[in-house]
C-alpha cells in the first residue's frame, strides 16, 4: 500500500482541523504533522488523526488530531 501527503490547516486549539477529502480518502491509517514555530517542546509534533466527517462532492473533510494545545 502507497502513502499520501497533503495539507490542511488548524481550526481549534483541541485538535480540528480541515483538509481536503482526497487527502484522507481511502486511508487506512492518518498522521498529521504540526508545525508550531516557538512551542514549548519544540516546533514539529506527529498526532494520529481521526475523520470526523467527509463530504466527497465539496472535497473537504473534518478531522480530529489526537492531543490538545495546538
Same mark, same amino acid.
Given at each position: +500500500? $502507497?502513502?499520501?501527503?497533503? @495539507?490542511?490547516?488548524? +481550526?481549534?486549539?483541541?485538535?480540528?482541523?480541515? &483538509?481536503?477529502?482526497? !487527502? =484522507?480518502?481511502?486511508?487506512?491509517?492518518?498522521?498529521?504533522? !504540526?508545525? =508550531?514555530?516557538?512551542? =514549548?517542546? $519544540? +516546533? %514539529? @509534533?506527529?498526532?494520529? !488523526? &481521526?475523520? =470526523? /466527517?467527509? %463530504? /466527497? /462532492?465539496? %472535497?473537504?473533510?473534518?478531522?480530529?488530531?489526537?492531543? %490538545?494545545?495546538?
Amino acid at each position: +500500500m $502507497g502513502e499520501g501527503y497533503g @495539507s490542511g490547516f488548524l +481550526m481549534t486549539e483541541n485538535g480540528y482541523a480541515i &483538509t481536503c477529502n482526497h !487527502v =484522507i480518502e481511502n486511508a487506512v491509517q492518518i498522521k498529521a504533522r !504540526v508545525r =508550531i514555530p516557538g512551542r =514549548i517542546g $519544540g +516546533m %514539529d @509534533s506527529l498526532h494520529n !488523526v &481521526t475523520v =470526523i /466527517k467527509a %463530504d /466527497k /462532492k465539496l %472535497d473537504i473533510a473534518l478531522v480530529k488530531l489526537e492531543g %490538545d494545545n495546538f
